[in-house]
T-cell receptor
Framework: GAVVSQHPSRVICKSGTSVKIECRSL??????MFWYRQFPKKSLMLMAT?????????EQGVEKDKFLINHASLTLSTLTVTSAHPEDSSFYIC????????????FGEGSRLTVL | KQEVTQIPAALSVPEGENLVLNCSFT??????LQWFRQDPGKGLTSLLL?????REQTSGRLNASLDKSSGRSTLYIAASQPGDSATYLC???????????FGTGTRLKVLA
């Protein structure tokens, strides 16, 4: 199956700093990737759709200036949490599609962000 | 706005039981529906994908069915094992896109 890798898996940072999370499709090209956020014991909330070579599409209520998404190549999308605050602490998961008619999504292992 | 509900929210069963996990969604105009498994602190593993023209999919001890008109999907797990313990999530995708909206999940615990 298709493999999606996220890095780092865990990150702890001080309040006010920025943190970058990478999402890579290892064995396929992904024109579209998705970023999700998961609060403890809650389901996944779609944050944005990341499109290669163009601006990301953000879901309602998600601050685009707080969560910067860049999809510079067909195998890499990055999420940067800017000026992080403790309420940004969460589990962030990315996914990618093969782009075939099946529409199947493959997920990374997730990145746990803790803001002190 | 699509809302996805899963029942039960939590389930604890002895090993060997056959299980039914339910998923309902408010907007029946979906494309695909995918069932996932999530282990604590981990990402998601795709279990079954029911494509738009299909009504069910099977993989090993898992069987998922989809009834778009009634807004329901069911995941059937046969002969449950302790290794099946995890959270199970269903997610329908918006028609014409890869955009999946996730349900609230069912936390399953299979006791040895």
């Amino acid at each position: 199956g298709a493999v999606v890798s996220q890095h780092p898996s865990r990150v702890i940072c001080k309040s006010g700093t920025s943190v970058k999370i990478e999402c890579r499709s290892l064995d396929f090209q992904a024109t579209t990737m998705f970023w999700y956020r998961q609060f403890p014991k809650k389901s996944l909330m779609l944050m944005a759709t990341s499109n290669e070579g163009s601006k990301a599409t953000y879901e309602q209520g998600v601050e685009k200036d707080k969560f910067l998404i860049n999809h510079a190549s067909l195998t890499l999308s990055t999420l940067t949490v800017t000026s992080a605050h403790p309420e940004d602490s969460s589990f962030y998961i990315c996914s990618a599609s093969l782009g075939t008619n099946t529409g199947e999504l493959f997920f990374g292992e997730g990145s746990r962000l803790t803001v002190l | 706005k699509q809302e996805v509900t899963q029942i039960p929210a939590a389930l604890s069963v002895p090993e060997g039981e056959n299980l039914v996990l339910n998923c309902s969604f408010t907007d029946s105009a979906i494309y695909n529906l995918q069932w996932f498994r999530q282990d604590p602190g981990k990402g998601l593993t795709s279990l079954l994908l029911i494509q738009s023209s299909q009504r069910e999919q099977t993989s090993g001890r898992l069987n998922a069915s989809l009834d778009k008109s009634s807004g329901r999907s069911t995941l059937y797990i046969a002969a449950s094992q302790p290794g099946d313990s995890a959270t199970y999530l269903c997610a329908p995708s918006t028609s014409g896109t890869y955009k999946y909206i996730f349900g609230t999940g069912t936390r399953l615990k299979v006791l040895a």
